[in-house]
């Protein structure tokens, strides 16, 4: 089993994935908390890999959009979990 920082909830977000300021993906949650999150995605995503990571709310396609830093923890078949960084 994997070590997580905090508990996470089964949430499904549509999010933008980029790396080093360009989009390269887009891609769906799973689950996420606090400190991470699983990202759906065909995107190949390397271990310790930097990203950012832009979260788009359900039926606010044109509102307001959280992006984070994270980097890539786990990889899979069907995307990655990320550890989101500390933004401050």
Do not use: C, W
């Not at 920082?5 to 499904?12: D, L, T, W």
């Not at 999010?15 to 991470?36: M, R």
């Not at 359900?58 to 992006?67: A, D, E, M, P, V």
């Amino acid at each position: 089993m994997e070590h997580r920082y905090g508990n996470r909830a089964e949430r499904s977000y549509f999010v933008l994935i980029f790396h080093e300021g360009e989009a390269v993906a887009i891609g769906k949650t799973k689950n996420i908390g606090k400190y991470g999150a699983f990202v759906r995605s065909e995107y190949a995503a390397r271990l310790r890999q930097p990203l950012e990571i832009q979260f788009i709310p359900k039926g606010q396609i044109f509102s307001r959009r959280y992006r984070v830093k994270a980097t890539v923890v786990r990889q899979s078949i069907d995307g990655f979990g990320v550890e989101i960084r500390n933004n401050a």
